[in-house]
């Protein structure tokens, strides 16, 4: 049996690879990126464990664009309100 019909979706199963990949990069490198908070049905993260180097911003997931980063929540928020 083959993941989409274990699964049921593609969705889901991008969520499936995504938190395994975030299990196995934090037990390897003890970062993974964290929801701070969720709104409009986004969620604003922040690199927990983050070194010098890392990213220090916050990213928004799922992304308003591809490479977006924001160095306060404040401004995440804006960017998903548009306000």
């Known amino acids: 049996m083959d993941w989409p019909s274990i699964i049921g979706n593609g969705d889901l199963k991008c969520w499936v690879i995504v938190k395994v990949e975030e299990d196995i ?3 390897r490198h003890g970062k993974v990126w964290r929801t701070v908070l969720s709104i409009k049905g986004f969620d604003i993260k922040i690199l927990d464990g983050a070194e010098s180097g890392d990213c220090p911003d916050y990213i928004i ?6 490479g977006h980063t924001y160095p306060t929540i404040s401004d995440a928020v804006k960017a998903i309100t548009g306000s």
């Open 25 to 27: 990069n934090m037990k």
């Open 61 to 66: 997931d799922p992304p308003l664009g591809e």
